[in-house]
């Protein structure tokens, strides 16, 4: 199996998390892996993510298919979150049930 790096600039004050591509349908993921988007439809994706949300204190990072990495900066109470992995959340339960909790969930 070949590894991959994701390589891109890390400060104090920054954390970073897996951002994972999923398609949602009548409010339930219906994929966690986006339909395994491929990595091209993906990179589009993430720039225009970045275009609407990215500022100097958020940056996505493309990665491959499905998988990328999102940057925060100035948010360390962020690591405090409760996350749910995407595959726990698969189909079973409609995604505000499934949001991030706790300190530093919301932005």
């Known amino acids: 199996?070949?590894?991959?790096?994701?390589?891109?600039?890390?400060?104090?004050?920054?954390?970073?998390?897996?951002?994972?591509?999923?398609?949602?349908?009548?409010?339930?993921?219906?994929?966690?892996?986006c339909g395994l988007i491929s990595t091209g439809e993906a990179r589009v994706l993430i720039a225009s993510l970045n275009e609407k949300l990215g500022n100097d204190n958020l940056h996505f990072y493309p990665g491959v298919s499905y998988r990328h990495i999102c940057k925060i900066r100035g948010r360390e109470d962020t690591l405090l979150t409760n996350c749910t992995p995407p595959r726990m959340i698969f189909r079973t339960r409609l995604l505000p049930d499934s949001f991030p909790e706790g300190q530093g969930a919301t932005c």
């Open 1 to 33: 199996m070949k590894l991959r790096a994701w390589v891109f600039p890390l400060s104090e004050g920054e954390i970073v998390f897996r951002c994972n591509l999923v398609t949602v349908r009548y409010r339930r993921m219906w994929s966690y892996s």
